[in-house]
């Protein structure tokens, strides 16, 4: 059984462009000629359906024979993503502070953002 995050993985694994598809195609072609191709190509998708299928039912079974509850590890890997690096520095960098509330945001030097000005950008793509 497939999460939808699966998706994202095999787009991971198989990153190819356009023309990396069409060198693909070409070297089909020679290979296989133009009356066996549509055949090789069935077969390989059907053969890449049951790998898929064999590798989810064994990691199923693992975490079945194992006692794990795949969900909880599964969101547990997922919040690893909250600490790439870029996500914590887009945080740390981040404009969005809100400003002090009470009497002493009156006497602030810092004048409010109008629609007029443009908005800063996060950081500045100059010093970098």
Do not use: C
């Amino acid at each position: 059984m497939t999460s939808p995050g699966n998706a994202a993985y095999a787009g991971d694994v198989f990153d190819i462009g356009i023309g990396e598809i069409m060198i693909l195609a070409v070297l089909g072609l020679l290979v296989f000629g133009p009356e066996r191709l549509p055949k090789a190509a069935a077969d390989a998708v059907r053969m890449l359906k049951q790998v898929r299928g064999m590798a989810a039912n064994a990691r199923q079974d693992l975490a079945d024979s194992a006692g794990i509850d795949m969900s909880e590890t599964v969101e547990a890997v997922r919040s690893f993503g909250d600490l790439h690096p870029r996500k914590l520095a887009a945080g740390i960098f981040s404009d969005d502070t809100e400003a002090p509330t009470g009497s002493s945001a009156q006497g602030s030097a810092q004048k409010p953002a109008t629609a007029s000005q443009p908005p800063r950008p996060a950081f500045d793509p100059d010093a970098t």
